[in-house]
T-cell receptor, first 112, second 111 residues
Framework: GAVVSQHPSWVICKSGTSVKIECRSL??????MFWYRQFPKQSLMLMAT?????????EQGVEKDKFLINHASLTLSTLTVTSAHPEDSSFYIC????????FGSGTRLTVV | AQSVTQPDIHITVSEGASLELRCNYS??????LFWYVQSPGQGLQLLLK??????LVQGIKGFEAEFKRSQSSFNLRKPSVHWSDAAEYFC?????????FGAGTRLTVKP
């Protein structure tokens, strides 16, 4: 079946630094990747949609300059949290719209 | 407004008992419907999905769900719950590539 590999699984970074999260489609081509954020004990909130070869589409209220999304190829989409602050600490998950939407395993980001 | 509602935030059942998790949606047309399970610190795993056809859908791990158009519902069921089923369950609805998730239902399984 379709697999989306997400790395890293967890990361701790200092305030003010940037963190990159990668999602790769291992056995299929993903022209689209969805990026979600999940707060503890809450549901998933769509942040943005990345599309290979074009600019990402951001949901209302999501800062484009803070959450940089790049869809470099048909198998790789990245989310970079720039100038991270403690309030950016969260669980980030990517998903490709294939086979009923295939999710990565998530990245736990902690900003200290 | 389009929405997905999971009325039960937390459900506790005894191991071996039956389970039903509720999901209601509010959309103009029949969307695609999904159920996912999430273990702590993990991504989401697809249990089953409904696109069209037979309204009773079989999924993995012994789960099934029934689409009821008249009630705008897509409830998840399992006849006999195992301790390993303890997790968070999300109902999701996709309408024209717009994927929305319910708030989730946390399932606790008592020995």
């Amino acid at each position: 079946g379709a697999v989306v590999s997400q790395h890293p699984s967890w990361v701790i970074c200092k305030s003010g630094t940037s963190v990159k999260i990668e999602c790769r489609s291992l056995d299929f081509q993903a022209t689209t990747m969805f990026w979600y954020r999940q707060f503890p004990k809450q549901s998933l909130m769509l942040m943005a949609t990345s599309n290979e070869g074009s600019k990402a589409t951001y949901e209302q209220g999501v800062e484009k300059d803070k959450f940089l999304i790049n869809h470099a190829s048909l198998t790789l989409s990245t989310l970079t949290v720039t100038s991270a602050h403690p309030e950016d600490s969260s669980f980030y998950i990517c998903s490709a719209p294939t086979h009923g939407y295939t999710f990565g395993s998530g990245t736990r980001l902690t900003v200290v | 407004a389009q929405s997905v509602t999971q009325p039960d935030i937390h459900i506790t059942v005894s191991e071996g008992a039956s389970l039903e998790l509720r999901c209601n949606y509010s959309y103009g047309a029949t969307p695609y419907l999904f159920w996912y399970v999430q273990s702590p610190g993990q991504g989401l795993q697809l249990l089953l999905k409904y696109f069209s056809g037979d309204t009773l859908v079989q999924g993995i791990k012994g789960f099934e769900a029934e689409f009821k158009r008249s009630q705008s519902s897509f409830n998840l069921r399992k006849p006999s719950v195992h301790w390993s089923d303890a997790a968070e369950y999300f109902c999701a609805v996709n309408n024209n590539n717009d994927m929305r998730f319910g708030a989730g239902t946390r399932l606790t399984v008592k020995p």
